[in-house]
């Protein structure tokens, strides 16, 4: 296991253009999400990777994690429910409220909308989950990235 840096994260791509052709069907990796220069998030997937190896997954680990951030789902994504509860609901108003009573507006489709507007990915593929929680963890206390995430800082 070599020290990640900043440098070795890919370049960033925004949720936009989702999604990611480059990113492996089975990896462990490490993520930053950002709102042009503001450091929103930073997460990682591949939990027990090597089993899912063993298993023969043919889709586990930061693809999957990343078209779930994509998709502005609130259920079973914790991401997407921080931009909800924290960037989408404060800027509602009356008229808003209302549309959603009536089922015009829908939560997931407008945090959806939020992160494919306004955010941008950038990752690092890792070989073990170990490896992930540590990278993770550093980057959420500030030291990979100078910075800690608005989101979910440590």
């Not at 089993?51 to 680990?61: L, R």
């Not at 009573?101 to 955010?119: P, R």
């Not at 990752?123 to 608005?150: C, H, M, Q, T, W």
Request: glycine residues 6%.
């Amino acid at each position: 296991m070599h020290t990640i840096s900043k440098l070795d994260f890919s370049k960033k791509k925004r949720f936009s253009a989702w999604s990611n052709s480059h990113l492996p069907a089975v990896a462990a990796g490490v993520y930053a999400i950002w709102d042009n220069d503001e450091l929103i998030y930073c997460g990682m997937s591949g939990r027990q990777i090597e089993k899912a190896i063993e298993q023969g997954k043919t889709k586990y680990g930061l693809v999957t994690r990343l078209n779930s951030h994509a998709s502005g789902r609130l259920s079973g994504d914790q991401f997407c429910v921080y931009v909800a509860n924290r960037l989408v609901i404060p800027q509602l108003n009356s008229n808003d409220l209302k549309k959603f009573a009536t089922g015009e507006y829908k939560l997931d489709t407008m945090t959806k909308n939020y992160i494919h507007d306004h955010f941008e990915y950038q990752y690092v593929i890792v070989d073990s989950s170990s490896e992930a929680y540590d990278i993770e963890s550093k980057a959420r206390k500030g030291e990979l990235f100078g910075v800690k995430p608005f989101l979910n800082p440590l």
